[in-house]
């Protein structure tokens, strides 16, 4: 099992990004995906998470901006960023919850990591 995170990158303040995370692999089912961030000197702290049936839940810090989507035909997720602030610069990672098995237990798969920066 993979998952290929994608899309960070340079944005000024108040502009967006849009990440996606890909899983592949053998996959049997996926019930959680969401995204972690962690920032120079911090801990990583979640961001946003999304079910396998589309709840969602966000950090206080992102509601109202970011928007964390799923298409389960793709196994991809998707966050939507808008109304970046200097404040969401961090390294932002991907995870999956997923059986790869009809007979395995769900485990916790984690994305590379990809860098959001904004500034001007």
């Known amino acids: 099992v993979q998952l290929q995170a994608s899309g960070g990158g340079l944005v000024q303040p108040g502009g967006s990004l849009r990440l996606s995370c890909a899983v592949s692999g053998r996959i049997h089912s996926i019930d959680v995906m969401g995204w972690y961030r962690q920032a120079l000197g911090e801990q990583r702290g979640l961001v946003a998470i999304?079910?396998?049936?589309?709840?969602?839940n966000y950090a206080d810090s992102v509601k109202g901006r970011f928007t964390i989507s799923r298409d389960n035909t793709k196994n991809t997720a998707y966050l939507q960023m808008d109304g970046l602030s200097p404040e969401d610069t961090a390294v932002y990672y991907c995870y999956a919850d997923l059986r790869s098995g009809y007979l395995q237990s769900t485990r916790r798969y984690w994305g590379q990591g990809t860098q959001v920066t904004v500034s001007s």
């Open positions: 999304i079910t396998s049936s589309g709840s969602t």
